[in-house]
């Protein structure tokens, strides 16, 4: 059956919940809520912030239809005025973000929300989704794309991914070059790739009869190599090549392997290719990619010009190598301060190390990832200091210049060739700092006395 998707059901319902509680009991003043993350993903150092767009395109399009009220009212829980209040609620706030293609690090805000109580809940679902599921991809894709050495790298993640079209546009922020999603290169501008199934070749008598048909069916074309036997394989691709450019005038572009020793496979078909000449050929490889298995066959000197990779870019997977489980950032979004910037009050949470931090802050970069500081609002700018956070929308109005995908690409490019190599390992040693203005600490310790006497 068809879904009828809408953006604002597209939550959790205790946020709905809670928010009819803050506007029945008129608690509902401006609140300024932090979206973050406590550790960075994979075990490595940093992250690449993604999803500022769909982000942008949640908020700004937040609203809840007729049907989206009538199912609220079948809940029967709700008073009619505050279904009403729905009905009419925009948001009125302001939305500050770090940019697409920066580098953040665990515990500084990624995002920060300011905008009525009530109104602020109701985002948190859909904001940790489009940034967590966007960051932890565009993360993974960036691990990949510091290692591959100039490989090219294709997303074949489309049929295990989560968010196929989130998957897509991440991974080619974190530095993939094409897509083999065609929707998604078409609506992203994405350049598509691909290569054949095995099943096409299964579908022929033999293999070089499968060859055969897609030499004379595409003029520039690529083949698989390892359906039954990858030595052979490479024998017909080669054969192919030669007859389709003499008969047909096209081209064998690249072969791929999908299984196997991809090291030991790389090095011959590379060998055979370059004996008959096809030095223009390029060998791909695929199946069950990571980062650390293009790292160790790139270390090695495995002549591979490419790498496809699918469930372990588009569900940000974990690995044995780094312990890590993977598929989810882990991004929080927590009350800060209530109240305007003036008469408001810190808020926070006291867990161990689920602890969370006061005020309104902002974090800047202190020269060249020299450290990052976090600091309150009203603090003059650290020297050297750039902030991190940018207004996007301001009174429910927005106010951002959205650069293109191609833009944000090239900045995620140089935020990742600017990032010392001590925090682009795949594995960090140690954690980047970022550090706490004397203000904070001291606001801190305020609130946690105060909340500790009042809560005894």
């Keep these: 059956m068809p879904f009828e998707h809408s953006a604002a059901l597209e939550t959790d319902l205790y946020h709905i919940d809670a928010s009819y509680v803050a506007w029945k009991s008129g608690q509902n003043d401006l609140a300024t809520f932090d979206l973050y993350t406590r550790s960075a993903p994979f075990k490595g150092a940093f992250m690449l912030v993604a999803g500022l767009a769909p982000a942008l395109e949640y908020v700004t399009g937040f609203h809840y239809t007729g ?15 505050f279904l009403d209040h729905l009905a009419s609620l925009r948001f009125s706030g302001e939305l500050l973000s770090m940019e697409e293609g920066e580098i953040a690090f665990p515990n500084e805000p990624l995002m920060r929300v300011t905008a009525p109580f009530a109104e602020a809940l109701l985002l948190e679902s859909g904001l940790l989704r489009a940034i967590g599921i966007s960051t932890l991809i565009a993360t993974k894709a960036a691990r990949m794309h510091l ?22 546009r ?24 691909g290569t054949i199934p095995h099943a096409l070749v299964q579908a022929y008598p033999d293999e070089l009869t499968a060859f055969r048909a897609v030499a004379a069916t595409m003029p520039h074309f690529s083949l698989l190599l390892d359906t039954y036997d ?25 072969v791929r392997l999908d299984s196997g020793p991809l090291e030991e496979g790389s090095r ?65 979004y927590k009350l800060a301060w209530y109240g305007d910037e003036h008469q408001g ?44 956070l940018v207004k996007v929308i301001d009174n429910g109005t927005p106010v951002y210049d959205a650069p293109s995908l191609r833009d944000i690409r090239q900045r995620a490019d140089a935020s990742l060739a600017a990032l010392p190599g001590a925090w682009a390992a795949l594995t960090a040693e140690a954690s ?11 606001l801190t310790e305020d609130t946690r006395e105060q909340i500790t006497a009042t809560n005894r």
């Design 345 to 388: 009050q810190s808020r926070m949470k006291i867990a161990g190390g689920k602890s969370t931090l006061p005020g309104r802050k902002l974090p800047w970069r202190i020269g060249d990832f020299e450290r990052d500081v976090l600091q309150l609002d009203q603090e003059p700018a650290p020297e050297r200091g750039r902030n991190l």
């Design 230 to 254: 990858v030595p052979r394989g490479t024998q017909h691709a080669i054969t192919v090549a030669r007859e389709a450019r003499e008969t047909h005038g096209h081209t064998l572009t690249a």
């Design 67 to 81: 049907n989206d009220i009538e199912f609220l009212r079948s809940l029967g829980k709700y008073d009619e005025a």
């Design 268 to 332: 011959m078909i590379r060998n055979e290719l370059d004996a008959a000449g096809l030095q223009d050929v390029k060998v791909l490889v695929s199946g069950d990619i990571d980062e650390y298995r293009i790292q160790r066959l790139m270390t090695a000197g495995a002549p591979v010009d490419g790498f496809g990779v699918g469930g372990n870019l588009g569900v940000g997977l974990g690995t044995v190598e780094s312990g890590t489980v993977g598929g989810v950032i882990g991004a929080v």
């Design 170 to 193: 991440s991974s080619y922020i974190g530095g993939f070059d094409t897509t083999s999603f065609v929707d998604a290169a078409r609506q992203l501008d994405i350049p598509a790739t």
């Design 147 to 168: 290692v591959a050495q100039g490989a090219g790298l294709a997303d074949f993640a489309l049929r295990r991914a989560h968010d196929p079209f989130i998957a897509a």
């Design 432 to 442: 980047y700092p970022v550090e706490h203005s004397a203000a904070l600490d001291r």
